[in-house]
């Protein structure tokens, strides 16, 4: 039936696990349910440059209902992996910087978490000059407060020189959940930030939404300028704003 097969294995390219101040250059990664895992619950220095990573993610990381192909809701969900490059938790000096990722299930790159009565600190972050293809979200970030957590914060963060196409196009769109896709993609939790700023870049055709960068304060919403937005005619350009009383 098939002349060949290729599968997902249910393991990183490469483990952190929050070690400081580790350096991957020039390393191609593919077919693990993450490229890079940075590690939990804090990593410090963490730069990855010049890297390839490609076809990343598929697996599933939880499932709950009768029916995984159900969107979100009472019959059913199902969460998956994975992103490209990916830290859960607090960070500082995380630097990404002219490496091409393509075809990830999830994220091409990303800074996240939900701090369940948990204080974390995400600073001095930045990605710059990378070619990403084909992910659902080119970079993605978020600060869920819940269950506490209300002094976690980030501080400094920079997206610029980067281009991000087709966000939304790849394989990953065969999931249920296909109302999501964004080139950058924030959510629209507390997303407590300052000295936040996405410049230079290029975004070019999504999905659903191009962006998605919403916080709880206004404060806390990226300063944008000298970006390029090429979308399809009557497609979104997206959500930007803060919803501290309503989206």
């Not at 991000?164 to 924030?186: E, F, M």
């Not at 962006?211 to 997206?238: F, R």
Request: aromatic letters at 14%; charged letters at 20%.
């Amino acid at each position: 039936l098939y002349q060949e097969i290729e599968a997902i294995s249910w393991e990183n390219c490469v483990n952190v696990c929050g070690n400081p101040h580790v350096h991957i250059d020039n390393i191609c990664m593919k077919y693990g349910k993450f490229g890079i895992n940075g590690g939990y619950p804090h990593v410090i220095g963490l730069h990855v440059t010049n890297c390839e990573i490609g076809w990343i993610g598929g697996n599933v990381q939880h499932y709950t209902g009768e029916d995984p192909n159900y969107p979100e809701g009472t019959h059913g969900s199902v969460t998956r992996f994975g992103n490209g490059i990916e830290i859960y938790g607090g960070c500082e000096d995380f630097l990404v910087s002219n490496c091409y990722v393509y075809q990830v299930y999830d994220a091409a790159m990303t800074h996240q978490i939900s701090t369940a009565g948990r204080r974390y600190v995400m600073r001095n972050i930045k990605y710059a000059d990378n070619l990403i293809e084909k992910c659902v979200y080119g970079i993605e970030y978020f600060l869920e407060k819940n269950f506490g957590g209300e002094d976690s914060y980030m501080d400094h963060i920079e997206m610029c020189g980067n281009i991000i196409c087709d966000s939304g196009y790849g394989w990953g769109q065969q999931r249920h959940n296909k109302h999501t896709p964004a080139h950058i993609k924030g959510w629209s939790y507390a997303n407590t930030a300052s000295n936040y700023t996405i410049h230079d870049n290029i975004f070019g055709r999504a999905a659903y939404k191009m962006v998605h960068l919403v916080a709880k304060e206004k404060e806390s919403c990226p300063k944008m300028y000298s970006n390029t937005y090429i979308q399809d005619l009557g497609a979104k350009l997206g959500r930007y704003g803060f919803n501290k009383y309503e989206e």
